[in-house]
């Protein structure tokens, strides 16, 4: 009677059924481990980034704050002036 010990039963009908998976050898050790890990989880798919409208949102908010302030730069210079050629003149 042969012995029973793992990967030395070459023979006999269970042998000849077993499907070993394609892919990384590593993972194809034979042992349980190796057979989950060549199950695994496949990597979900890559989501679009979107760098490209934050970018943009920050450049109109920008361009905004920007504006505004020029504008309330170039009413305040002209107050001012006007104040003080008031006072002086």
Avoid at 6 to 16: E, K
Wanted: proline fraction near 6%.
């Amino acid at each position: 009677m042969a012995t029973a010990a793992y990967g030395s039963v070459t023979d006999g009908p269970g042998f000849n059924t077993v499907a070993f998976p394609v892919g990384n050898p590593v993972e194809n050790s034979g042992s349980l481990t190796g057979h989950i890990l060549s199950q695994g989880w496949s990597d979900p798919p890559n989501q679009r980034s979107r760098n490209t409208r934050v970018v943009v949102v920050l450049t109109v908010s920008l361009a905004l704050l920007v504006g505004v302030s020029v504008l309330v730069f170039l009413l305040a210079s002209d107050l001012m002036s006007g104040l003080f050629d008031g006072l002086l003149g």
